[in-house]
């Protein structure tokens, strides 16, 4: 059996969870920052990527091995360290980081790995794995950092909210 591939949405709790959980999770979030404004927008979600490629990623950008892809957001705030929130009627705990924050990682990460940070170089990039049946299970780190730096920059042009999502 495949496992399921990871998306990564930009936008509410709403375009991720059911209304109930969805629910609990905009309470929870609204209770722990109440400042936390989010600019209003469709969905928008990124090509799947394997789940081995946000592990081999994680490796190599520390931020990211604290988070699980699942059940996880990044938002427009400044959050020192990951946040766990329970979540009413959730099995787990809502992984909360900082998409500002995530956005710096990843520019560091660009740096060090001679990646793209410009959105169209990013679009020919996942192209090329994406059209090319050969290269489908290579790089899978570098698969992921290209779907998550662009829904990362489209999170923060939009002030939405950035789901990692199974």
């Known amino acids: 059996m495949r496992p399921v591939p990871l998306t990564f949405v930009v936008g509410r709790a709403a375009d991720?969870?059911?209304p109930v959980l969805a629910d609990a999770v905009d309470s929870t979030l609204r209770a722990r920052f109440p400042s936390l404004a989010l600019g209003p927008g469709d969905r928008w979600e990124s090509e799947p990527v394997e789940f081995a490629g946000w592990?081999?990623?994680?490796?190599?950008?520390?931020?990211?091995?604290?988070?699980?892809?699942?059940?996880?957001v990044f938002i427009p705030a400044d959050v020192a360290a990951v946040e766990r929130l329970p979540i009413p009627n959730a099995a787990d705990p809502l992984q909360v980081a900082s998409l500002p924050r995530l956005l710096e990682a990843l520019r560091a990460f660009t740096d060090a790995a001679a990646l793209p940070t410009d959105d169209v170089e990013l679009m020919e990039l996942g192209a090329k794995y994406l059209e090319d049946d050969l290269l489908i299970s290579d790089d899978l780190d570098v698969q992921a950092y290209v779907q998550l730096?662009?829904?990362?920059?489209?999170?923060?042009?939009?002030?939405?909210?950035l789901w990692a999502v199974a």
Not at 55 to 72: D, F, H
């Open 55 to 72: 592990r081999e990623l994680a490796r190599r950008m520390p931020m990211l091995s604290a988070i699980e892809p699942y059940q996880a």
């Open 16 to 18: 991720v969870f059911g």
């Open 149 to 161: 730096m662009l829904s990362a920059k489209q999170a923060v042009a939009t002030r939405r909210a």
